[in-house]
């Protein structure tokens, strides 16, 4: 997938192969899986799945669906760049047009990211910029957040601080707690993800080195999901 300049917009080229990078349970695969399935993926398919742990829900549910898997132990190897590249090695092997971290949780050296860069995106729990990293429900807790949620964004050297493409919101409960608070989070990453990615398979979002697009013009602040998982505030 690229972007190009035609008369001050800019043009997107759908994304049709899509690599998805995971290292838990595998709930956001599922439900790019699920889309895919319903045909909702704007003609996306994803054609292989990777990861640091070869037990990873993730892995297994692709092996079931029958798709390409690749996973290692990060300890069998010399150093943490050796890793990234030997993972990268294989993602690139499938020819992606889109790389999805779906709950991958190890950070890609710069050298890994730059190989994939422009198009790779990140799923991230918060509504960045607030709390790159871990912890971040307990982080809006602890801050007093009325408002908290989750975010797509582009890949880039920085953690957790590439350009930001879309983010869904919540409100904070009274009485809320981590895990209630990640339960519903969790919720709308689901749908966030979903849409997005159908999205820049569409070719109406658009990643490249010309910056982020969506429906051909650049896009200034991220794209908000509805609960009816639509976008607002698009062009």
């Not at 956001?28 to 704007?42: E, I, T």
């Not at 297994?60 to 190897?77: H, K, M, Q, V, Y």
């Not at 339960?183 to 997005?196: F, G, S």
Request: net charge neutral.
């Amino acid at each position: 997938m690229s972007i190009s300049s035609d008369g001050g917009k800019l043009r997107g080229v759908r994304a049709e192969r899509i690599a998805v990078l995971a290292s838990g349970r595998g709930s956001n695969l599922r439900a790019l899986l699920d889309a895919q399935a319903a045909g909702r993926l704007g003609g996306g398919r994803i054609v292989g799945v990777f990861g640091d742990r070869s037990d990873a829900g993730a892995i297994e549910l692709a092996r079931a669906a029958d798709i390409a898997t690749w996973s290692a132990s990060p300890a069998g190897f010399a150093s943490r760049e050796a890793f990234d590249a030997r993972l990268m090695d294989a993602v690139l092997a499938s020819a992606p047009d889109l790389v999805v971290c779906a709950g991958y949780m190890r950070v890609l050296c710069a050298d890994a990211v730059a190989r994939a860069q422009g198009r790779m995106i990140n799923i991230h729990p918060s509504l960045l910029p607030k709390y790159p990293g871990l912890r971040t429900h307990a982080r809006a807790l602890a801050a007093g957040d009325a408002e908290h949620g989750c975010s797509v964004h582009q890949v880039t050297a920085t953690v957790d601080g590439g350009p930001v493409i879309a983010q869904a919101r919540i409100s904070v409960q009274a009485g809320d707690g981590v895990d209630s608070l990640a339960a519903r989070v969790l919720a709308r990453e689901h749908a966030l993800l979903v849409a997005v990615v159908c999205e820049i398979a569409e070719g109406q979002l658009t990643l490249g080195p010309l910056g982020v697009a969506h429906r051909g013009n650049p896009l200034h602040a991220p794209l908000s999901l509805t609960q009816d998982d639509l976008f607002e505030g698009s062009p």
